[in-house]
Nanobody, 121 residues
Framework: QVNLVESGGRVVQAGDSLTLTCDANGDTLRRYSIGWFRQAPGKDREFVAAISWITTVYEDSVKGRFTLSRDNAKNRLYLQMNNLKPEDTAAYYC????????????????WGQGTQVTVSS
């Protein structure tokens, strides 16, 4: 079992950059595919990006602006977000699953508590 903790969310201006961190304890992140999801008020939790051993994928609206990376030595994962837009405002969650990546939140077994990102215009 892996426990996930997100951090780094805060209030920023449109066009700013921000890096979210997902720390894992209890198990090594290398054994999992990791997804990032976000949930805006009144909306469903949606897929943002995912990373597995062999690939990294992004939802179309963040492609070219967001970058996902791992630091296996620190058992940590980063979501670098550039050129943030007001529509990126949401609570961001990292999640872990064994096997390949998925954009379906129901396939992830472990979730963090989320970190809030607010982008003002």
């Amino acid at each position: 079992q892996v426990n996930l903790v997100e951090s780094g969310g805060r209030v920023v201006q449109a066009g700013d950059s921000l890096t979210l961190t997902c720390d894992a304890n209890g198990d090594t992140l290398r054994r999992y595919s990791i997804g990032w999801f976000r949930q805006a008020p009144g909306k469903d939790r949606e897929f943002v990006a995912a990373i597995s051993w062999i690939t990294t994928v992004y939802e179309d609206s963040v492609k070219g602006r967001f970058t996902l990376s791992r630091d296996n030595a620190k058992n940590r994962l980063y979501l670098q977000m550039n050129n943030l837009k007001p529509e990126d405002t949401a609570a961001y969650y990292c999640a872990a699953k064994r096997g390949g990546w998925s954009s379906r939140r129901g396939e992830y077994d472990y979730w963090g508590q989320g970190t809030q990102v607010t982008v003002s215009s």
